[in-house]
T-cell receptor, first 114, second 110 residues
């Protein structure tokens, strides 16, 4: 069984640029959630996708957007990058949109904004 | 507002010295409480899910328990490889998201 994978592993961008992060969900999972984890903090919920539709959103501005594809993989897009966007971005997949299914995390993408 | 508080922030143990990590929560209608282990620069690794007060789960040297207000992660005779940050999260709102605490950083010295 293949686990959750994310790409790229690391990324360096400058302020004002745009970035796309990618996630492949675990086999058999149809729900993907994205989290932002600042250094020394717990992960913060960005949004969740279930069967290609946004299924909930945390307290993040509209410049954070996402997509889910028919194969349940997902993208996180961030426009107009700010220095505070520097963080570890985590993708988690689960088996359905019902609660409370266990979420399994990928290794993360480390984003640095200069 | 739903909230998760973990204590202590950091814990140093000698190998073999048992201890407990605490996770207290306030949430409207707990649907599940989750424990994860996170190594530096990596994604959280799932450990346990607890659904109702009184429930307990065990895995190797770890045992998780749940009450109506808090959860404990008991570590029995820890080894250096148990060193990591342990994260607690709850799912209790209408959305399918997890609300995390800041974690407890555990260091086990040989």
């Amino acid at each position: 069984e293949t686990g959750v994978t994310q790409s790229p592993t690391h990324l360096i961008k400058t302020r004002g640029q745009q970035v796309t992060l990618r996630c492949s969900s675990q086999s058999g999972h149809n729900t993907v959630s994205w989290y932002q984890q600042a250094l020394g903090q717990g992960p913060q919920f960005i949004f969740q996708y279930y069967r290609e539709e946004e299924n909930g959103r945390g307290n993040f501005p509209p410049r954070f957007s996402g997509l889910q594809f028919p194969n349940y993989s997902s993208e996180l897009n961030v426009n107009a990058l700010e220095l505070d966007d520097s963080a570890l971005y985590l993708c988690a997949s689960s088996s359905s949109g019902r609660l409370p299914d266990t979420q399994y995390f990928g290794p993360g993408t480390r984003l640095t904004v200069l | 507002e739903d909230q998760v508080t973990q204590s202590p922030e950091a814990l140093r143990l000698q190998e073999g010295e048992s201890s407990s990590l605490n996770c207290s929560y306030t949430v409207s209608g707990l649907r599940g409480l989750f424990w994860y282990r996170q190594d530096p620069g990596k994604g959280p690794e799932f450990l346990f899910t607890l659904y109702s007060a009184g429930e307990e789960k065990e895995k190797e040297r770890l045992k998780a328990t749940l009450t109506k207000k808090e959860s404990f992660l008991h570590i029995t005779a820890p080894k250096p490889e148990d060193s990591a940050t342990y994260l607690c999260a709850v799912n209790g709102g209408s959305q399918g998201n997890l609300i995390f605490g800041k974690g407890t950083k555990l260091s086990v010295k040989p």
